[in-house]
């Protein structure tokens, strides 16, 4: 069973914790709320255990290879379509060959 613990605001993270779900969010720079927390879990050690299946269904869902090549192939028609249909690519793209 997964037991990672993750905690904070930094970058990114506060868009992948949902606060009480996979995990706790704490106030950026606040050693006070941050020790909080840890004590809050050390006392309640299920939620580890909750917070980590909660974080790892998120993972599973949002973050498997799957889902980016699918992300990824989108991006790439995109730009390609985009391309196609822009000033450059009708004026340079034609004498280059391109299709």
């Known amino acids: 069973m ?3 613990l993750k905690i904070g605001i930094i970058g990114g993270i506060k868009e992948l914790i949902k606060d009480k779900w996979n995990g706790l969010l704490f106030k950026h720079g606040d050693n006070k709320d941050l020790s909080k927390k840890i004590n809050y879990l050390l ?3 299920h939620l580890i255990e909750k917070y980590s299946q909660n974080a790892l269904e ?3 869902n949002n973050f498997n290879s ?3 090549y699918k992300k990824l192939t989108k991006l790439y028609h995109t730009c390609i379509n985009d391309l196609k249909t822009s000033r450059a ?3 340079v793209g034609y ?5």
């Open 2 to 4: 997964p037991t990672d």
């Open 43 to 45: 006392n309640n050690r």
């Open 58 to 60: 998120i993972t599973n």
């Open 66 to 68: 799957n889902l980016y």
């Open 89 to 91: 690519y009708k004026t």
């Open 95 to 99: 004498y280059r060959g391109w299709t």
